[in-house]
């Protein structure tokens, strides 16, 4: 199983909602990493774990909280969020953290706040 | 921090031609550079990456270039097909000794259109 998969494929709410996104690995990956991205913009770093533990926060928004709850789970709640935090939602993986690890991306949830 | 710049923004051509990406990186400590082709709708999805050891690899239609002393890397795509078509990335990653890491860091990516 070569893939990360990402649940759900489109997600909209409203601001004063609370909702989640998940995302798995079965690649035996010990880093993941959630990415923010516009359209046609690059994906931006929001955070990053390894060993089941946050390693990088990229300055995000207390109203974004990630939590990785085992090695092949990554996910990201959201609370409060505001209309221009719209965006495909990215979680990626890679075998560790050390350079020249190959990232792998999921397939993204496409995310519309209201 | 790093920096990668990515030219052209947008790139257009005739089915079977080849198309040339180009990007320039400013961390001379950066180590590893992964392309990524995006189509409408979809996931990032690498394609070809170097590392700082090789100066070029190539994977049939596909080849990248890396010139550490000018700090440049280029992906090269030959016989282009409509299939092509999509938003391509480079990114550079700097090296993580320790426990420390090593950003990913995204250049702003090129439009690539193939015409039939």
């Known amino acids: 199983d070569t893939e990360v998969t990402q649940t759900p494929k489109h997600l909209v709410m409203g601001m004063t909602n609370k909702k989640s996104l998940k995302c798995e690995q079965h690649?035996?990956?010990?880093?993941m990493y959630w990415y923010k991205q516009k359209a046609k913009k690059p994906p931006e770093l929001m955070f990053v774990?390894?060993?089941?533990?946050?390693?990088i926060n990229e300055s995000v928004p207390s109203r974004f909280s990630p939590e990785c709850p085992n090695s092949s789970l990554l996910n990201l709640h959201l609370h409060a969020l505001q209309p221009e935090d719209s965006a495909l939602y990215l979680c990626?993986?890679?075998?560790?953290?050390?350079?020249?690890?190959?990232?792998?991306f999921g397939p993204g949830t496409r995310l519309t706040v209201t | 921090g790093e920096n990668v710049e990515q030219h052209p923004s947008t790139l257009s051509v005739q089915e079977g031609d080849s198309a040339v990406i180009k990007c320039t990186y400013s961390d001379s400590a950066s180590n590893y550079f992964p392309w990524y082709k995006q189509e409408l709708g979809k996931r990032p999805q690498l394609i070809i990456d170097i590392r700082s050891n090789v100066g070029e690899k190539k994977d049939q239609r596909i080849a990248v270039t890396l010139n550490k002393t000018a700090k440049h890397f280029s992906l090269h795509i030959t016989e282009t097909q409509p299939e092509d078509s999509a938003v391509y990335f480079c990114a550079a990653r700097t090296h993580a000794g320790g426990t420390s890491y090593g950003k990913l860091t995204f250049g702003q990516g090129t439009i690539l259109t193939v015409h039939p």
């Open positions: 690649m035996g990956h010990r880093a």
């Open positions: 990626a993986s890679s075998q560790g953290l050390a350079d020249a690890y190959e990232q792998y």
């Open positions: 774990y390894s060993y089941e533990k946050l390693s």
